[in-house]
């Protein structure tokens, strides 16, 4: 039989490099990148590789200056932009291989960079300072790999790395950078915060969560709906750059080869906006569900012991019984636990030490029985355990005097904690309400019998065969 629980192999550090890269999309195909509030201009493209570099790593980093360099490189491809920017596109510089290091190849470098600076940031003191100056600087180390990387290649163009340097202390680059550093950081201390590691952990633990049945149908729906979302925005990207040429023409403007491709050109930018922010609602749809799936998660467990509660306990054991297969014989064992004298500990010794039993209890049975079963508190005291894979007699008797030996040694003042236990085969296609009051009884038969020990027997033949052994 397949496991309840599946782990899922994605990891929120994924979905964070998704979501700067279409940022970085975002902003490089629309007005984001380029802020001109007069008298001030603002660029802002590279922000999202500091972030990378900041909130995640070296490595995302070097991916997002990639994708800034591509998207840098596509724009100036376009007959309508200025020389200068055609240096950029391998096709309009009429030298390719240097525009593609310019493009893409300094880009990369100023992650690489400023991914190891925040690197060495995060490991010595006052990490917040440094993390703010690396960020005040990072348009001027922009400038200067790319001014530098410029004058090498093309010297012909005049600039060189010392271009970098000017207008560095104006008012417009002074603002630039401190608005820079002010999202650098203030991101950077919403992932240290509290609020944002606990989101983490209930996003990282519902990866590992199979809640919703037919999950994976829903992943296959989620594929469908984004390829077709990216064909119908390419259809439609289409269909304008054809509609504006028919109306062009309708209105006596004749449009040369050139100016037809421009107008390709920017619609293809304009559809590569689009699916970014179709990326970044998908991401955060995906944020909502996974937190939404966490949530259904915490309301089925028990906030004192951490297991399931009696009713997500039961609904689980029906899920794993309807895949059981029974033409084998034994698929496994229903196990009832139950505590000796534990009104006794919570009357003595107050409710505080009870739970403090309880949780400790809790502790042993997942740490016996966790990884080949499910285990829930069916009760005050009563805890329940399916066993779903196959198991020997001889191995189940095994673990559960692993298990009385673990609990006798949960000492309550004086006391040596002790508990009974039944447990049934699963030889049958039964209900999981058969499979429980049959464990139920046995259970009582072992309290009956003094206490402190396990009863096994089968559902069909009631108790055909019993364990009992008296511990000292």
Known sequence: MKTVFQPYKKNIRCYLLVILIAMELLMSFSFLGYVHIEP?????????????????GCPEAVILGAVFGLSSMWKAGANYVMPFDQLFSPFMSGHPLES????????????????????????????????????????????????SIMGWLFPEAGYHAGTALQGFGSMNNIVTNLITAG??????????????????????????????????????????????????????????????????NQSGIALTDANYSDLIHLQIQFLIGILSMMALVIIFLIFYRKYATYMNYEATI??????????????????ALSQLHFEKGNAGYFIMVDLDYFKEINDHYGHPEGDKVLKNTAHELREVFGQDGLTGRVGGDEFGVLLYMPISEEKLEVNLQLFLDRIHQIRVGDRRLSCSIGAVSIAS????????????????????????????GNLDESVSKEWVEEQV
């Open 40 to 56: 001030i201009s603002l660029t802002t493209a590279y922000i999202p590789v500091l972030l990378a570099g900041a909130l995640i």
């Open 100 to 147: 593609i290091l310019l493009s893409i190849g300094s880009r990369m470098l100023f992650g690489l960079l400023t991914g190891l600076l925040y690197l060495v940031a995060k490991r010595v003191r006052f990490t917040g300072l440094w993390i703010f100056l690396i960020s005040f600087f990072g348009k001027f180390i922009h400038s200067f790999l790319v001014y």
């Open 183 to 248: 999202i650098i950081t203030l991101f950077w201390r919403i992932e240290k915060s509290r609020f944002w590691q606990e989101f983490r952990l209930r996003m990282e633990k519902a990866q590992h969560l199979q809640l919703e049945e037919h999950y994976h149908y829903h992943r296959l729906s989620l594929v469908v709906v984004i390829l077709l979302s990216v064909c119908f925005a390419m259809a439609v990207a289409i269909y304008f750059v054809n509609r504006m040429y028919y109306v062009l």
């Open 302 to 319: 028990d906030a004192l012991t951490g297991m399931m509660t009696r009713k997500a306990f039961f609904q689980a054991c029906r899920k």
């Open 429 to 456: 296609s039964q209900t999981v309400e058969d499979f429980y009051q049959e464990a139920d009884r046995l259970l009582y038969r072992a309290k009956e019998q003094g206490r402190d020990q396990y009863v096994v």
